[in-house]
């Protein structure tokens, strides 16, 4: 449920805005949803004392600016806060005393954007940007909810949607199947993981992102679809006709363990959704039939849901005492959800299984069964959100996300920000010798994690929360992984990083099932009360974890050499060093050698090393080594794929050495330098005909042309780059190919590329409508460009025959159709050049000038000549050519967490457009905050800049983006560490 927290979206980046030309709108928005908003957070949000309407007005005019890039929100040192359009501005008074003083200063912002925006620019999503940047500094899960997206969240707390019963991926570019549920129309129709989709319907999957293929796949239960499959070891691709059915989520799996005689039940709880307590109901009466001697309920990875859901399932496993609380300082009333006896399904002991993805509903039924005293938790600390929140319906199918309360668990704890502490503590030791990084795990396995005291606005707790720590601190090896069907290699990573991808479903009797196991075999099927048995276990635990060690020193004896015992130090002292070679290329591996020696008298066991860095691909690495003899030397190279794409950056390392657990208070230091890579830059022609006549026009069963020069003009070769053809019109025209290879072209290079396409009836929207994507994983390019194609609609033009030469009076731009709706520039003529006429169509003439496809110009721009041309042949010309960013002044890093200026240059052939630059800094919650925007006017070719950028401690993202007068954009990031 929280998996997006840390995804930064700058939303104007991929954006084609049109030109700044200010135009009548019908009227100012009503701002209805934003209204509501205000209103419910001032009568019901959880902590009144946060609602600060000074905040709320410039975080959501901010929040505005990342969603147009013509917006600029400047403050100024006299208390006001300028809202600027090109060269309008508008003035508002940045402390004001009340929401409703918010909505008004919303309601006069509105009113100028709508006289000075362009009319194709949403002012609906615009509002709702600003609505997202209200709710951000109340807490994180307060959010403003569009269609879409409140779709999606109520089928997944529904539980069930019409599909086929698939799970699917883009793995090597293509749709594959990665997971087929039981008792599906999939499996009847005998689909399988790793086969691939090929069409859906009529429709090609290779155009087709992951969301717009399951949408496609999606649909309501008793429709049929048809898709075409290719399966490894087939001779020819599959169509398989197949039903839609009403699909649920398997939010329960549950089976009986037997060990030495005995039965155990194990429960995984996946979800809290509203069949949920249901399946929890009837597993726990199965479990009860079978007579089993305990109950490991294994809640790790679940993210959570339904609150009454969360309290009926506690309400199985206790017969008295509250299960949870709900308390705000909004109102002073308490809500309280008690268990009762007559609801108690199960008596027997039970052990928890938790992790750090662990979150909201799972915490409160984790809190109550662990400070109930009613079970033993095994694993690692819990996410921490301790909030409620409410849907409240606004109009138009969206809604408000509103954090009502805060949650308390049994005797009143609560677990915001802070989470759950296991009573045991659980590291899955990992070691891989096949791979070049990160070959052993040991101490920091997860730690990579979130929690919710790091997110923004985050929540303090509504109780003091007791400052725990495990009782126990286990280590045990992670079971060997099965053998995939098929490795994923998606989009962007490195070969080193494909994955086997991983079966939620499926059950691993891992370290935690044994020793939860274990645990319970020790109760014999008594329950126990958690602080009588938290001691008697010290003898279970001893045990696993001699075993556990016993596998973890051999294996890394065996593959590593390294003498794994344990054993008491005396007065260890240890020196240590870093090493690292020059700057490391981006798409290169980057060594860091360690070094440490045993300085002391005795043998030190167990040693290793975390290191610590602002670069999350060293950041939590660590390297063993073992015991050290005194006066010996140890050591160990750690290496680490950079990825191709990254811009350079310089980053801080620092490594830390324990013995196990015991810190020996030494480090050391260093920073590592990465070159970024080149960057490609590309350029684009485009221009398309139709097959019959020529005449930009498809008329029913005839086909046309696409045709897509892509020159790279930047310094690098592309990536893992591809171009795509996408159809948004419908069934009225098909794509006869989607799909275009566009990797590895190199500086200077050019490709030529062909889509057809094909009319199916000349009814439907006038015009038919696709785009042309560009993605390069590896360097984040994503380009998007429209395209219009005519339809013929009533009467064929009428065309004029011509003969001899058309000489041009002046300078003229020349198209690749006569219909202004749907032309792409070709290039620009001068006065004086002489073309070879062809005919004369809606006031166009069709000329040749050296290519195969027809090629036009306004009638009006010259006349016909009887004189002959030596043969004119249009020079080479790209429509779509982003202005080049020069940074004349890149500074070195890290550096001081204060403003540095950036300099540099910018160039178009077109004209420049404007200058946009953003920063980002996730530590510091810092999000596309836009620092500088400058607009050129009518477009100059060149300009440079200069620009203060403030910064804040960590990774530092600067994103500079310039626009050309056609639309055309270009992004140059720069990575500063600051200290």
Same mark, same amino acid.
């Given at each position: 449920?929280?998996?997006?927290? &840390?995804?930064?979206? #700058? ?10 030309? %200010?135009?009548?709108?019908?009227? /100012? ?19 009144? @004392? ?29 208390? /006001? ?60 899960? /307060?959010?403003?909810?569009? %269609?879409?997206? &409140? ?18 991926? *883009? ?19 005998? $689909? ?5 989709? *090929? ?97 490991? $309920? ?21 017969? +008295? ?21 007559? +609801? ?49 319906? &606004? ?45 052993? /795990? ?33 280590? @045990? ?23 086997? %991808? ?20 020790? &109760? ?46 005396? !007065? ?11 700057? =490391? ?52 190279? *750690? ?10 950056? =310089? ?5 830390? #050495?324990?013995?196990? $657990? ?17 960057? %490609? ?19 029913? !069963?005839? =086909? ?52 057809? *396409? ?37 009467? $064929? ?8 030469? #058309? ?116 530590? @510091? ?10 607009? #050129? ?28 007068? +056609?639309?055309?954009?270009? =992004? ?8």
């Amino acid at each position: 449920m929280h998996t997006w927290m &840390f995804s930064i979206v #700058f939303a104007f980046l991929a954006q084609s805005s049109p030109q700044l030309v %200010p135009a009548p709108r019908s009227a /100012t928005p009503t701002l209805l949803h934003l209204k509501l908003t205000v209103s419910k957070v001032m009568d019901r949000y959880v902590e009144p @004392a946060r609602i600060d309407p000074s905040r709320m007005l410039l975080s959501g005019l901010e929040s505005i600016a990342r969603e147009v890039p013509e917006i600029m929100i400047r403050e100024n040192v006299k208390g /006001t806060l300028i809202v600027e359009v090109g060269s309008a501005k508008l003035s508002l008074a940045s402390k004001i005393p009340s929401a409703w003083d918010l909505i008004a200063g919303f309601s006069q912002v509105f009113a100028f954007l709508s006289q000075h925006l362009p009319a194709d620019v949403s002012l609906e999503k615009v509002e709702h940007a600003a609505i997202a940047g209200i709710l951000e500094t109340l807490d994180p899960h /307060t959010n403003f909810m569009t %269609p879409e997206v &409140f779709r999606e969240m109520r089928t997944q707390t529904r539980g069930s949607f019409g599909g086929l019963g698939i799970v699917v991926s *883009i793995c090597d570019q293509k749709l594959s199947v990665i997971k087929v549920m039981d008792n599906t129309p999939a499996s009847r129709a005998g $689909l399988m993981p790793g086969d691939r989709i *090929i069409k859906i319907g009529t429709q090609p999957t290779e155009n087709l992102s992951l969301s717009e293929a399951v949408s496609r796949l999606r649909g309501e239960p008793g429709d049929p679809v048809s898709i075409v499959v290719s399966r490894t070891g087939w001779k020819q691709p599959k169509t398989l006709p197949i039903t839609r059915e009403a699909i649920s989520f398997e939010s329960v799996t549950h089976r009986i363990l037997e060990h030495k005689g005995a039965k155990y039940g194990y429960l995984k709880l996946k979800a809290f959704q509203m069949p949920t307590a249901l399946m929890v109901k009837q597993a726990l009466t199965e479990m009860n039939k079978e007579s089993v001697q305990g109950l490991i $309920l294994d809640m790790r990875g679940n993210g959570g849901g339904l609150l009454h859901i969360a309290v009926e399932i506690g309400r199985y496993f206790l017969d +008295s005492g509250i299960i949870v609380a709900q308390v705000s300082n909004n109102t002073r009333d308490r809500r309280e959800e008690r268990a009762d006896a007559q +609801s108690t399904i199960f008596k027997k002991p039970v052990v928890v299984l938790v992790d750090d993805n662990s979150a909201s509903a799972s915490e409160i039924v984790a809190g109550t069964l662990k400070y109930s005293g009613r079970a033993i938790l095994i694993g690692r600390r819990t996410f921490g959100k301790g909030s409620v929140q409410d849907l409240i319906d &606004f109009p138009g199918d969206s809604a408000l996300k509103l954090t009502i309360a805060q949650y308390l668990t049994y005797g009143d704890v609560s677990i915001q920000g802070v989470g759950i502490v296991p009573d045991i503590e659980l590291h899955h030791v990992r070691m891989d010798p096949k791979q070049r990084s990160r070959q052993v /795990t040991y101490y920091t396995a997860g730690r990579e994690a979130s929690s919710e005291a790091q997110l923004k606005s985050s929540l303090d707790a509504a109780r003091v929360t007791p400052k725990g720590k495990s009782m126990y601190t286990v280590f @045990a090896l992670l079971p060997e992984p099965k053998t995939p069907p098929f490795v994923c290699n998606y989009c962007g990573l490195d070969p080193e990083d494909a994955q086997a %991808p991983s079966d939620p479903d499926e059950f691993v009797q891992d370290a935690a099932v044994d020793l939860a196991r274990d645990i319970l075999v020790s &109760f014999k099927g008594t329950a126990v009360a958690r602080p009588a048995a938290l001691p008697r276990l010290k003898s279970v635990v001893d045990t696993f974890q001699t075993a556990a060690d016993l596998e973890i020193g051999k294996k890394l004896k065996t593959l590593f050499s390294i003498d794994w015992k344990l054993a008491p130090n005396d !007065q260890p002292s240890l020196t240590a060093k870093l090493t690292v070679p020059g700057p =490391t290329a981006a798409g290169k591996w980057a060594k860091v050698e360690v070094e440490v020696k045993n300085t002391g008298k005795t043998p030190i066991h167990r040693i290793r090393g975390e290191l610590g860095s602002s670069n999350p691909r060293f950041d939590y690495q660590e390297v063993l080594f073992g015991v050290l003899k005194p006066g010996e030397t140890g050591k160990r190279t *750690i290496e680490v794929k950079i990825p191709a794409g990254l811009s350079g950056r =310089t980053d801080t390392l620092n490594m830390h #050495f324990f013995s196990h $657990l015991q810190d020996l208070k030494v480090s050391a230091a260093g920073t590592i330098a990465i070159a970024g890579s080149l960057q %490609p830059r590309l350029h684009l022609s485009l221009s398309f005909s139709d097959a019959k006549d020529s005449d930009g026009l498809l008329t029913a !069963q005839e =086909t046309g042309v696409f045709r897509i020069r892509v020159k790279n003009v930047g310094d690098g070769p592309t990536g893992d780059a591809n171009l795509v053809l996408k159809n948004l019109t419908g069934e009225e025209v098909q794509l006869l190919s989607t799909r275009a290879d566009l990797r590895n072209l190199a500086p200077g290079q050019k490709r030529d590329f062909t889509f057809q *396409i094909k009319a199916n009836a000349e009814a439907g929207e006038q015009p038919w409508k696709f785009v042309v994507e560009i993605k390069d994983c590896n360097y984040g390019t994503n380009i998007e460009i429209p395209w219009h194609v005519m339809r013929k609609q009533g009467a $064929l033009p009428v065309t004029k025959a011509l003969t001899g030469w #058309f000489r041009l009076d002046s300078e003229a731009e020349i198209f690749d159709t006569p219909w202004s709706e749907s032309q792409k520039l070709q290039g620009r003529l001068a006065a004086g050049a002489t073309l070879k006429a062809v005919k004369e169509i809606n006031g166009f003439v069709q000329v040749m000038a050296g290519t195969s496809s027809p090629l036009y110009v306004k009638k009006d721009a010259g006349k016909i000549v009887k004189s002959s041309s030596t043969g004119f042949v249009l020079p080479e010309f790209y429509v779509y050519s982003p202005p080049a960013i020069t940074v004349t002044n890149p500074p070195a890093g890290p550096v001081k967490a204060a403003p540095v200026t950036i300099t540099g240059e910018l160039q178009d052939l077109d004209g420049l457009r404007d200058l946009i630059i953003v920063v980002s800094n996730l530590k @510091a919650n810092v999000y596309a905050k836009k620092v500088a925007y400058s607009s #050129f006017g009518k477009g100059t070719s060149k300009s440079a800049f200069s620009a203060p950028v403030p910064l804040w401690p960590g990774v530092n993202v600067i994103s500079i983006t310039a626009r050309d007068t +056609s639309r055309a954009a270009e =992004t140059k990031n720069l990575i500063l560490i600051a200290e």
